[in-house]
């Protein structure tokens, strides 16, 4: 059986059943000046090239600080996808 992947270039906020296969091109902590709290920052890439950014926040650093890294292949799912505030 072929596993099937969405692409990055789909991604919109009504749906939340993603499956993605992407590289992580750049991953870095991001701290809020004067808080305790950071989120890990992630510029993802698919195979088709189409890159986004992600953020996993503050309440789930904790989980996945470690589990993944920087330049390497991962399946993920589950995305919330939201709009980016400016």
């Not at 600080?65 to 991962?74: A, D, P, S, V």
């Not at 995305?79 to 505030?85: A, L, P, S, T, Y």
Request: positive net charge; proline residues 2%.
């Amino acid at each position: 059986m072929v596993e099937r992947f969405d692409m990055l270039s789909d991604l919109h906020r009504r749906r939340l059943n993603w499956h993605f296969r992407v590289y992580v091109k750049r991953l870095y902590e991001h701290r809020y000046p004067g808080k305790n709290g950071f989120t890990l920052e992630m510029v993802l890439v698919d195979s088709d090239g189409v890159r986004v950014h992600a953020s996993i926040p503050t309440s789930l650093v904790n989980r996945w600080l470690g589990n993944i890294k920087e330049f390497h292949m991962y399946d993920m799912k589950n995305f919330i996808v939201v709009e980016r505030k400016h």
